[in-house]
C-alpha cells in the first residue's frame, strides 16, 4: 500500500509499532522521538528481529543541513572467548555487549539539543510497557522463526519461558506477554538508558549473562558508548547517496551504488537482463571488498576511499553466485524505521539482534534476549574482522539516505545481512533510474548473490516474476540462476519514503512484510 501526506510519514515492519511513532508525532513530537517510540514497540511485538540486547544505526538530517549518524555497536568482552566461529547460538556468541540502549540515549541527546524534542521518556517507552505488559498478538514472522529453529532457541537459558510453549506454539495471533521486559523498560523509563549499562539495571543483566554463561561483565557494560560519525556519502545520477562507515557495511551499499553510476541504466518500467547483470557484477565486486576488508577501523585500515574508486569487471561466469569460502554469508535479522516529520526531520534506523531471537539467552530476570554479534567475527586470527577484546566486529546494519542539491529526496533500509546492501541498490535504481514511487520500487522483482537468510543455498536467486526474457537472459551469460517466488521474504524486506520537490510524501513498507506505511 502506498501512504502519501505533505505533513508526515512513519513506516515499520509492524502496525504497532508504527501507530507508536504516529502518536508521538501526533502529539508534537519531533522524527527522533517517534522513531524513539517506534523502536521500543518493536522490541516487544517483534522480539525475534529486534531487542534491548542487539544494536542500533541512525541515519538523521534535515533539508540543507549535512546528515549526521549514529553508531550504536556493542564491543567484544575484554575476555578472550574459548572459541570463535564454532557457534552461532548460546552464551559463547553473547560476548558483545549490546549498543542499542545508548543509541537511544544520542539520538535522544540530538532531539533536545538540535531538533527542539520536549517529550520525556515514559512519553517515548509508555506505549511499549503498556503493550508488554497486556499482550501482544504474535505475528506469523515470530511464530515461522521459532519453528524454525526452537530445536537449537529452547534449551538456552531463560529463552523457552519468555518465548516458547510447552505445546509447540506460539502460534500466529495467540497473545504473549512480557513483563519482565515490562519492568526493564520502566526502569530505562524512570532512570535513563546508562542505567542499562552502569546502574541497578545494568548489574541484573551483567549477574543474567554471566550465570547463562556469557564472558560480558559489568565492567564491558560500562564502557559501552554509542557514537556520532560522520556519514559516508557517494555521488549518484544528480544526487548523493549516504551510508554509514565502517565497521558497518555501509560502505559496501555505496560501494554498488559507485559501480553502478559508472554505466548507464536506461530509463524504463521493465527491468531486463542487462539491468539485472550489472546489478550481480557490482554486489559481487562489494560483497568480495567487504569480506577482505571491512573491520572496526579502531583495530583495522579499512580502504574506504579505494573500495569506493573500485571499478566495474565486465562479463558473467559460471561462478558467479559462489560465496567466498573463507567467508560464509552473514545472516541477519532486522528491524528498519523511517520517519519524516512536519519540520522535515529524517530518520533512517535499523535495529538489530543479528539472527532471528539472536544468541536465545534471556539475561536473568530482565527479559532482555542478548543478540548474537559475536559470531560475526572472523575466525581466522588474521582477518580484519577477526576477535579482539573491545573490538566491534563487522555490522550488517546500514540505514540509507539520498539527497539532491542538499535537501533529502528519500531514506530506505531493509532487513537482511549480506542482503541489505543488495536490497539498497534495487530500491535506489528504481527509485532515481526508472522513476517509480515507493510502493511500485519495493514490489519489483529482485535478485540475490549468494544465500539469504531464508535459502543457505549459493548462486543467484532471481524473483520469478522478473519474466523468463531477463531469467533467460541472465543463464546464457553463464550466471547459475535459481526462481524463486515472487515477492520472497528472503530477497529482503524494506521500507521506503520519499519526498518530492513540491513537498509531497510517499511511504511503503515492503510488500513481502507484515509492516506498513502512515501518514499524518
Sequence with gaps: MLAQSRTALVTTPHPDATHAGLAILRAGGNAVEAALAAAAMLCVVYPHMTGLGGDACWLLARDAAEPIGILGIGQAATIRPAHVGLSVRGPTVASTTAGAVDSWRLAYQFSRESWA??????????????????????????????????????PQPGFKAAFGCADGGPETGCKQRQDALAATLTQIAEHGPRDFYEGALATRLADGLQAAGSILTSTDLKATRAAYVQPLAIPYRDGEAFNLPPPTQGVTALQILHLLNRVDIPRALSDDTRYYALLIEAIKTALAARNRFVADPVFACVPI????????????????????????????????????????????????????????????????????????????????????????????????????????????????????????????????????????????????????????????????????????????????????????????????????????LLGAHDPRSEGLCLGL
Design 117 to 154: 524534542g520536549t517529550l520525556d521518556w515514559a512519553s517515548l517507552l509508555g506505549p511499549a510497557i503498556t503493550r508488554a505488559k497486556e499482550g501482544y498478538a504474535v505475528t506469523k514472522s515470530q511464530a515461522f522463526w521459532y519453528k524454525t529453529h526452537r530445536g537449537e532457541l529452547d
Design 305 to 504: 576511499q579505494a573500495m569506493l574508486d573500485s571499478v566495474l569487471p565486465v562479463g558473467g561466469n559460471k561462478d558467479a553466485g559462489a560465496p567466498d569460502a573463507e567467508h560464509p554469508s552473514r545472516t541477519s535479522d532486522t528491524v528498519w524505521i523511517g520517519v519524516r516529520d512536519p519540520a522535515g526531520g529524517s530518520v533512517s534506523l535499523i535495529q538489530s539482534l543479528f539472527f532471528d531471537f539472536g544468541s536465545g539467552v534471556v539475561a536473568g530476570d530482565t527479559g532482555v534476549l542478548w543478540h548474537n554479534r559475536g559470531a560475526a567475527f572472523s575466525p581466522s586470527a588474521s582477518h580484519p574482522n577477526a576477535w579482539a577484546p573491545g573490538k566491534r566486529p563487522l555490522h550488517t546494519l546500514s540505514p540509507a539516505l539520498y539527497r539532491k542539491n542538499g535537501m533529502v529526496r528519500a531514506i530506505y533500509g531493509s532487513q537482511g545481512g549480506d542482503g541489505q546492501p543488495q536490497t539498497l541498490a534495487h530500491i535506489l535504481t528504481r527509485l532515481v533510474d526508472f522513476g517509480l514511487d515507493p510502493f511500485a520500487a519495493l514490489a519489483r522483482p529482485r535478485i540475490h548473490v549468494g544465500p539469504t537468510f531464508l535459502d543457505s543455498r549459493k548462486g543467484i536467486k532471481i524473483e520469478s516474476d522478473a519474466g523468463d526474457k531477463a531469467i533467460r537472459g541472465l543463464q546464457k551469460l553463464g550466471y547459475p540462476m535459481e526462481i524463486v517466488a515472487a515477492l520472497n521474504p528472503g530477497t529482503g524486506q524494506a521500507g521506503v519514503i520519499t519526498i518530492n520537490e513540491s513537498g509531497l
